[in-house]
């Protein structure tokens, strides 16, 4: 089948080994979900923006109006004392409509960090889901091309385990009577604290012998523990 599990949020697909994923069916669509949920992130930041930038213009009149009243006041010296006292009501009523004003722009600033970030991460998704992609169809290229000779082709799937921007993460894929012609990354889990898209990069693999290797290009103070799976095929010897 295409794919067996979905993501918990926005039902993204997720790949089992015995997947068979399609760039115009659910990678397009995946690609989609993420399009639109990014779409209205923007589109919410907007109206909040839109509705602060209101309520700072109603202030700034009610604050000039207050100073012509408070100048008017200036020139009445019987009542000034009580119309000041009003005055000074009003004033502090406007600054704590400033005040809370304040408040929701930080909210709003907050709300537009936080669509900045989705979006950083669902370019990195892409980014890691692309190259996940690459490497799945290359190798169900070559499957392809082996299973015209069922009898001459061997599969295994072995687990990857270790740090990332350490080293590289090597793993044995010996098989007695065989020889590795391929390889590639099934899945992969990061153990983050924050999301990859904070820190960049991306992976390479190399099949050397009977040596798989993975390699992380991620900023060199990010560490993290990686745990995966890999299918290897193999011809006979």
Same mark, same amino acid.
């Given at each position: ?79 000034? %004392?009580?119309?000041?006292?009003? @005055?000074?009501? !009003?004033?502090? *009523?406007?600054? &704590? #409509?400033?005040? =809370?004003?304040?408040? $929701?722009? %930080?909210?709003?600033?907050?709300? @537009?960090?936080? !669509?900045?970030? *989705?979006?950083? &991460? #669902?370019?990195? =998704?892409?980014?890691? $889901? ?23 082709? $061997? ?83």
């Amino acid at each position: 089948m295409s794919f067996t599990n979905t993501t918990p949020n926005y039902k993204l697909p997720q790949y089992v080994e015995t997947d068979k994923p399609t760039f115009l069916g659910d990678f397009n669509n995946a690609m989609d979900i993420i399009d639109a949920q990014m779409h209205t992130n923007k589109e919410n930041a907007g109206e909040g923006i839109a509705s602060l930038q209101e309520a700072q213009t109603q202030i700034t009149e009610t604050q000039s109006t207050l100073t012509e009243v408070q100048k008017e006041v200036a020139n009445v010296s019987g009542i000034a %004392s009580g119309v000041n006292e009003n @005055v000074q009501r !009003a004033l502090s *009523a406007a600054n &704590d #409509a400033s005040e =809370a004003a304040t408040q $929701a722009q %930080s909210k709003i600033e907050s709300a @537009v960090t936080a !669509a900045n970030r *989705a979006s950083a &991460d #669902a370019q990195a =998704a892409q980014q890691v $889901a692309n190259g996940n992609v690459t490497t799945l169809n290359n190798l169900s290229d070559r499957v392809t091309t082996l299973e015209n000779k069922p009898q001459e082709i $061997a599969t295994k799937t072995f687990n990857i385990s270790g740090k990332s921007n350490i080293k590289p993460i090597t793993i044995d894929v010996s098989y007695d009577g065989y020889t590795p012609v391929s390889a590639g990354v099934t899945s992969l889990v990061f153990d983050l604290d924050d999301s990859i898209a904070d820190r960049g990069g991306n992976f390479t693999t190399s099949l050397s012998e009977n040596t798989f290797s993975i390699t992380f290009n991620l900023q060199s103070y990010f560490i993290s523990d990686i745990a995966g799976k890999i299918v290897v095929v193999y011809k006979p010897n």
